[in-house]
């Protein structure tokens, strides 16, 4: 979602803010601007409707020059993409402010502001907050304590960065539900939303937690809050395997992330695993023991990570023999909720940084909850940093919106927690030494499937006058045609939708005709022959079928149904073995049509608002 660089430096800020922006980019957003500041120039605001590049070119001539500035990529909430609400805001002359987030009394601060004299241009609660940072400054005459006054009026989360020309050294950032991370260098010092936009001029962070306040100079960090830590001891630096990657010789992130799988899954089993068990310790110390006393699964989610969740489910309830429900972040935190005793709270984010799913998290204060634990792909995000316990999935930065990779590492931790569960619960070793080992065989599955990308695209083709698309599964397999359905929505923007195919009769069946592709996931497993009859009832209406299936399902192949075969595998790991001809299917359909694809319209990598 919308992105934030800062810096204070002894050297012109605008280059290291537009770079900071362009590594931001992949979050999605639909504008960006800049402001800087110089004893000369005074504060100068430069904004563009439209990609970074657009902003750019704006800077060429002249570049603007400070050695202060904030900038800021929006993804529209309150107002519509425009460069009049395009960040940073300002108030008169003196104050400038980027923000991420929402403020949710923002109506009823401008009315009080209005009542006030100050007048607003933009449709944002951004603006709010820079008039409100101007009048009460004014009125304490300190920076701090003016900024301290609007946190306190503010309702929401967020994350601002304020620069102020009385103040012309300094900048005060501060964060309430919307991540925030301060870059240190040497003579100079930043703040961003990601770490990544800062990565080319500091490897060592401080990742601000909830409520807390820094003000920055060149020289010099104070953070204000309830964690009196120096800040020595909260600097993390990271290392190589952190930075940004390029697209290579793919023509773009989303098919270089699905090439990605194979070796991303072999980094999530490395030191996991060992003579055919999950090692206890993948999960944090002291998980064997809270292990042991897990009598049930709760998995909170959004949007794919959601569907890996109800593939887990399946696992949790056939394998370890626990009962699991797996809720949608954004509806379990408004709603009061029944917990088992002694369940596990599971919560999954490729970014750590999911509103719902850390609200969701903070607001599990039911005795009952065990524990907490989070799949998580981003080191010391809020999500990690917040729970009892954490597998990182190892899958490496994702730079497209649509997931890929993060998706089949996400079942692979999940599979891994299943097993160690299980085993604390009756699993038999030999049941576990055939999953570990169904599971520890897929990236060499995931790579014989990579070689039918010649004929998906093929298939893809198709698929460009089409307007609607259903997907169908059973079991496991269920959500994996609910997660081909989202790819196909997400970068294509054909609608589509996943079903369960024994629920054809009640509903979608009277969608089916000569025009609606319906997309089956078929591998050789137990419901097989069920799948089998649900898509007669398919061809009986003159549908046109896609059946992803092991060749020994014997599906015929005639000139209403297409049929692709994928190498035989054990029907538990089938999810992570069958998603990825989805994922293909979804980005050459999405190539054919012209659409960005890896920066979707209207879509977001990190949501960090509700």
Avoid at 92 to 116: F, T
Avoid at 276 to 283: C, E, K, N, P, S
Wanted: glycine share 8%; proline share 4%.
């Amino acid at each position: 979602m919308c992105g934030i660089v800062g810096a204070v430096t002894h050297r012109d800020v605008a280059g290291i803010l537009l770079e900071g922006l362009q590594r931001l980019e992949y979050r999605g957003y639909d504008s960006a601007g800049l402001s800087v500041y110089s004893e000369s120039d005074g504060l100068q605001r430069i904004r563009r409707l439209g990609k970074v590049s657009e902003l750019h070119s704006a800077c060429q001539d002249p570049r603007p020059a400070g050695h202060v500035g904030i900038a800021h990529t929006r993804w529209a909430t309150h107002g519509s993409p425009s460069e009049n609400n395009a960040h940073p805001h300002v108030s008169g002359d003196k104050i400038s402010v980027v923000h991420n987030g929402i403020v949710e009394n923002h109506e009823a601060l401008r009315v009080e502001l209005q009542q006030d004299g100050y007048c607003f241009v933009s449709e944002t609660d951004t603006e709010v907050i820079a008039h409100l940072l101007a009048r009460e400054i004014e009125k304490c005459g300190d920076f701090r304590e003016g900024v301290d006054a609007v946190l306190d009026r503010l309702h929401g989360a967020y994350a601002i960065v304020v620069q102020h020309i009385d103040y012309p050294r300094t900048l005060l950032a501060a964060r309430a539900g919307s991540p925030l991370v301060v870059g240190l260098g040497i003579g100079e010092n930043f703040v961003a939303s990601d770490p990544q936009a800062l990565r080319p001029v500091t490897d060592r962070f401080i990742f601000l937690e909830e409520g807390e306040i820094v003000e920055l100079s060149a020289e010099e960090i104070s953070i204000f809050g309830h964690n009196r830590a120096s800040v020595e001891s909260r600097t993390v630096k990271l290392d190589d395997h952190h930075e940004t990657g390029d697209k290579g010789n793919f023509r773009h992130f989303m098919l270089k992330e699905i090439f990605d799988q194979p070796d991303a899954l072999r980094q999530t089993l490395q030191g996991r695993v060992a003579d055919g068990r999950v090692l206890d310790i993948a999960f944090g110390i002291g998980a064997g023991e809270m292990f042991a006393k897990v009598k049930a699964v709760r998995i909170v989610a959004c949007g794919s990570s959601y569907y890996t969740g109800l593939v887990a489910q399946y696992w949790f309830e056939q394998i370890a023999g626990l009962p699991c429900s797996v809720e949608i972040a954004s509806e379990l935190r408004y709603r009061k909720v029944a917990v088992l005793q002694d369940t596990l709270l599971v919560t999954i984010s490729q970014s750590g940084e999911t509103a719902d799913t850390l609200a969701a998290l903070r607001n599990a204060t039911d005795s009952r909850y065990l524990a907490s634990l989070c799949l998580c792909n981003v080191p010391n995000s809020s999500l990690v940093r917040e729970s009892d316990f954490c597998l990182m999935i190892q899958a490496g930065i994702e730079i497209c919106v649509a997931s890929t990779k993060a998706f089949t590492n996400q079942l692979a931790g999940l599979l891994l927690l299943v097993v160690t569960l299980g085993r604390h619960n009756g699993l038999s070793e030999d049941e576990q030494q055939e999953i570990v080992a169904a599971l520890s065989a897929t990236p060499d599955l995931l790579e014989q499937v990579l070689k039918l990308d010649n004929q998906i695209e093929i298939i893809a083709e198709r698929f460009v006058e089409k307007r609607n698309a259903l997907f169908l599964g059973r079991g496991t397999n269920y959500p994996i045609a609910l997660e081909g359905a989202l790819k196909l929505k997400e970068i294509s923007y054909i609608h589509a939708e996943g079903y369960p195919a024994g629920e054809l009769k009640h509903g979608p069946l009277a969608l089916v005709d000569d025009d609606m592709p319906v997309i089956a996931v078929a591998p050789d497993d137990d419901l097989l022959e069920k799948l089998k009859s649900n898509l007669q009832e398919v061809r009986a209406r003159g549908g046109e079928l896609y059946i992803f299936a092991h060749e020994s399902s014997r599906f015929p192949d005639d000139p209403d149904t297409t049929v692709l075969h994928l190498p035989a595998c054990h029907s538990i790991i089938s999810p992570l073995v069958y998603v990825l001809p989805m994922q293909l299917l979804a980005y050459h359909v999405a190539v054919f049509k012209g659409t960005d694809v890896d920066q979707p319209r209207n879509l977001a990598k990190s949501v960090t608002v509700e």
